[in-house]
């Protein structure tokens, strides 16, 4: 099955932007659709994007709606996680999730802190 990787965490000020990629190997990776969630310390695991097979359709939680960008790049098998505007709040650990049928797989997370 799918491995995943998360990079790209870091510290950032309140008003920054990251990229998250997520590199995917030992599967077909257009077989699955992906998803990133996230933890915040104390919380519940929430999504925050899905983007199915080919790129064409895509999800997000309300409140990520306009500031957070998912997308695919199919050859690379990679997904990535774009995060502009970011907040106090959306600190947490970031998880890929990759899932086709009854698999589902997750990367091992990447903390982002967002902080002055």
């Known amino acids: 099955h799918v491995q995943l990787v998360e990079s790209g965490g870091g510290s950032v000020q309140p008003g920054g932007s990251l990229r998250l990629p997520c590199a995917a190997s030992?599967?077909?990776?257009?077989?699955?659709?992906m998803s990133w969630y996230r933890q915040a310390p104390g919380k519940e695991r929430e999504m925050v994007a899905t983007?199915?097979?080919?790129?064409?359709?895509?999800y997000y939680a309300d409140s990520r709606k306009g500031r957070f960008t998912i997308s695919r790049d199919n050859a690379k098998n990679t997904v990535y996680l774009q995060m502009n505007s970011l907040k106090p709040e959306d600190t947490a650990v970031y998880y890929c999730?990759?899932?086709?049928?009854?698999?589902?797989?997750w990367g091992q997370g990447t903390l982002v802190t967002v902080s002055s």
């Open positions: 999730q990759a899932k086709s049928g009854y698999v589902e797989r």
């Open positions: 030992g599967d077909t990776f257009t077989r699955y659709t």
């Open positions: 983007i199915f097979n080919t790129g064409n359709t895509r």
